[in-house]
């Protein structure tokens, strides 16, 4: 009798894992399409070898789950592994901005990504090896730009050149992010480090922050934004905010912010809890 019990709980759980494996590729699909239909339409602008990319991203994406097994990592439960985003100055809005990446199968998409650093004669300014992990790529049409994100473990294995450029103000974690920005040309224009305080830093509203650290540009602070409470709401322009309402409808919520001033940010989507 208790047999089957915990045979049946088993089953109830095996069944359960998978329904959310597949919600989740089901949802990220469904986003992907409804973001071109809403704000810009990327199948226009990606070719062949970035599609197959990001659906190999989300195909794997059910993976990310096992990233509450990490009891020891920091940092990966705290990473977003895809993000839609809309960069704001003023009445100026660029929503052609999309990253992909996995926290889980680095080497397995890094081959993935091979073919599209080959097409723009890229190398990876750093060799992988057991401190630096591949993690993922990203596009900005409004910009013409594209980002290589790569993860490092262990911040002092880093060498001097971007230890510097790591904002040093506080307490923060030794694992984190590098991304490196090019043109339209490909050549290399921005190189930016990501690093969250050990400590819960945050403003009202928010329950997390990261800082980004650039070679090109002031420190920026990028906040979690707790979505039911609208107190960020009152820190946006308009823009921002009839953008929110188009998300909110169709039941998405903002994720993250990279706040300079009212008139200035980055709004990150979706937030999936």
């Not at 095996?14 to 704000?39: A, E």
């Not at 052609?96 to 097409?119: E, F, M, N, V």
């Amino acid at each position: 009798m208790y047999y089957l019990f915990f045979l049946l709980i088993i089953i109830l759980i095996i069944l359960l894992l998978i329904s959310l494996c597949v919600y989740l590729i089901i949802f990220q699909k469904k986003f992907y399409r409804w973001y071109c239909i809403h704000f810009f339409n990327f199948d226009k602008y990606l070719n062949d070898f970035e599609k197959d990319y990001i659906n190999f991203c989300i195909n794997i994406s059910f993976l990310e789950i096992l990233r509450i097994l990490y009891f020891n990592d920091q940092l990966s439960n705290k990473l977003s592994f895809f993000t839609y985003s809309h960069s704001i100055e003023n009445k100026n809005i660029n929503s052609g901005r999309l990253s992909y990446g996995s926290t889980i199968l680095d080497k397995y998409l890094y081959q993935k990504a091979k073919p599209i650093l080959k097409l723009r004669n890229i190398k990876l300014p750093l060799l992988l090896n057991n401190n630096l992990k591949f993690y993922g790529l990203g596009w900005d049409f409004g910009k013409e730009t594209f980002r290589i994100y790569l993860r490092f473990y262990n911040f002092n294995l880093l060498s001097k050149k971007y230890q510097k450029l790591s904002y040093q103000q506080y307490n923060l974690l030794n694992t984190g992010l590098i991304a490196w920005t090019y043109n339209k040309n490909n050549k290399l224009i921005e190189t930016k480090i990501y690093r969250y305080p050990k400590d819960i830093l945050s403003e009202e509203g928010s329950h997390n922050m990261v800082v980004l650290s650039s070679d090109m540009r002031k420190y920026v602070r990028q906040y979690d934004i707790n979505h039911k409470d609208k107190i960020w709401k009152k820190r946006i322009n308009n823009s921002g905010k009839n953008i929110i309402k188009i998300y909110e409808k169709d039941g998405y919520y903002v994720d993250t912010i990279a706040y300079h001033n009212k008139n200035r940010y980055t709004l990150y989507f979706p937030k999936l809890s």
